[in-house]
């Protein structure tokens, strides 16, 4: 199998919105270009401690979701609802570490648990935060729970959720999603911001012709 040559890291939140919302546009990036372009996604916590969350019955939230969530949504056919709660998604960061993990003996499960915990959060309100819960989708899943539940409990993917959160502070990504393009591992790009898969698109076409 050939390796691409074009990279696009994902850096996103679970309690971002447009990070959710940008997901079928990457599915859409990956139909078009298959094995061309290889899509990992990457942590990045909004609010981490001790920085405080967001009000979720706060003015900017609702404000927010009626200028921007919700008609984006619209336009690409997703169902996302205003979450009760706020939570740090640390946790959740690493669950989804975790997972990656599990490819190698469950294929498919590192996107299974991508979408289950973007879609728990954004339709259903899930605590990102809580273990229990975390273990609960993993289950949901077919995967492991207790060793889920250890891995949490024992840290084991901090340091990898940590060293994707300084890496996008080298690459000074202050939002997310946030997307940069490698080619060949050279740095060629940030886009910052859910974007239309157009857009992916041409900055993926751009790139081809420079390798030409």
Sequence with gaps: MTRPRITLDVFSDYVCPFCYLEAPELDALAERFGDVVAIRWRAFELRPEPEPTLDPDGDY???TWERAVYPMAAERGMTLRLPR???RSRLAHEAS???WMQEAVRPGADGAMRTALFRGFFEESLDLADPKALVRVAQA???DGEALRQALAQGDFRPQVMADQQTARELGIGGVPGLRFSLDGEHAGVL??????????LAVERLLDAMR
Excluded: M, S, T
């Design 61 to 63: 939230l609702h404000d």
């Design 85 to 87: 709660l706020q939570p």
């Design 97 to 99: 570490a975790w997972a």
């Design 141 to 143: 899943l077919d995967l």
């Design 192 to 201: 910052e911001g859910a974007q239309p898969h157009r857009q992916l698109f």
